[in-house]
């Protein structure tokens, strides 16, 4: 029961915590909401503590906290793809910025010279 | 600050607006001989800056697309450093006429933005289901923030004068909505005056709506969290300030 108790109140401060982020403009709407998605989780889980082992059974795991294991592992994999895909479009932004100054400096250039 | 002595940019955001921008910068230069026009080109495909530039138009062209917002702040930008006075908004679609320009500009008079409002009795625009729900619940929340009758909170036909122009060319949110409603909490948190003025609209020349089950009910989703968000910094800045 207290493990449960904390979870919940741990995922409850993550979602305090990352809504301020977001009203505060340090976090993008699209970052937090798979954090809220994890948070809400936990706490309807610390709640309802025998959907957990109900879902791991259906699930087929033998121990329900290998599931949960296995699950946690899977959102933080999921939150890392995420950044990767932000990533390879923030870069490809960046070649794409760096390519068009240089075209403006090289025109700086060509009407300085001539 | 808004008679005729005032510099006015009018701006128009384009994403692929080949084909209505020529019309739409003809009927601005008829309309309002002059006004400047800046055209911001947001990542294209075609060749909207140059048919923009061959229109008369100045152009920015940004080097992807980077959404309304994003491309608002650049023109707000450009607006505020080469020291206009007052920048209206519109859309290069064609929705919107030059003729009510000056209307706008006239109700300027007493608030630092105006919303060119599509619901407020005159032209015949509708729009049906989710989406207007979401467009109707969003209007009501603006006239409280604002405690002025707003009926068309979405709205990209826009004046904003000196003092909009100087905080939105910063704080414009770039997010999806962010430009229209989040813009309107923004301006609350700085203390801008919005009003509107009921202007008649036309069916856009191009593209299509594209707000249908599933999608408009996502629509909803979006615009109940961003206003949930907008609103709980709006009371973090009231707090502070009090």
Redesign the interface.
């Known amino acids: 029961m207290k493990a449960e108790l904390f979870a919940g109140l741990l995922a409850l401060v993550a979602i305090a915590v990352v809504?301020r982020m977001?009203?505060?403009?340090r976090l993008?709407?699209k970052y937090a909401v798979l954090w809220l998605v994890v948070s809400t989780v936990m706490v309807v889980m610390a709640l309802i503590p025998s959907s957990v082992a109900w879902i791991s059974d259906l699930a087929g795991f033998e121990v329900p906290s290998n599931f949960l294991f296995f699950v946690g592992y899977g959102l933080l994999l999921m939150v890392n793809l995420q950044h990767s895909t932000e990533l390879t479009t923030v870069e490809?932004?960046v070649q794409?910025?760096a390519?068009?100054i240089a075209i403006l400096s090289e025109r700086e250039d060509q009407r300085d010279g001539g | 600050m808004t008679g005729t002595t005032a510099r006015v940019l009018v701006l128009l955001p384009a994403y692929n607006e080949r084909e209505a921008l020529p019309g739409v910068l003809a009927e601005l230069h008829e309309t309002l001989p002059s006004v400047d026009v800046l055209v911001v080109d947001d990542g294209s495909r075609d060749d909207t800056a140059e048919v923009a530039r061959r229109g008369g138009a100045r152009v920015l062209r940004l080097p992807f697309n980077v959404g309304v917002g994003g491309a608002l702040r650049a023109g707000l930008l450009l607006a505020r450093r080469e020291g206009y006075d007052v920048v209206v908004q519109c859309d290069s679609d064609g929705q919107h006429p030059p003729a009510e320009i000056p209307r706008l500009l006239a109700a300027l008079a007493g608030n630092d933005l105006v919303i060119g409002a599509r619901f407020a009795g005159e032209g015949d625009y509708r729009v049906r289901g989710l989406r207007a729900l979401a467009m109707r619940f969003l209007a009501t929340v603006m006239t409280r923030v604002h405690r002025t009758p707003l009926t068309d909170v979405t709205s990209g036909f826009r004046a904003f004068g000196p003092r909009a122009v100087a905080v939105l060319c910063a704080e414009m949110p770039r997010e999806y909505l962010g430009d229209t409603v989040e813009a309107l909490v923004v301006a609350k948190e700085h203390r801008l005056r919005v009003g509107q003025v009921a202007v008649t609209m036309r069916v856009r020349q191009g593209g299509v709506v594209s707000h249908r089950g599933l999608r408009s009910a996502l629509y909803l989703g979006r615009v109940l969290v961003m206003l949930g968000l907008a609103l709980m910094r709006l009371v973090r800045a009231r707090r502070r300030s009090s």
């Open positions: 809504l977001v009203s505060r403009r993008v709407v490809r932004q794409r910025l390519e068009e």
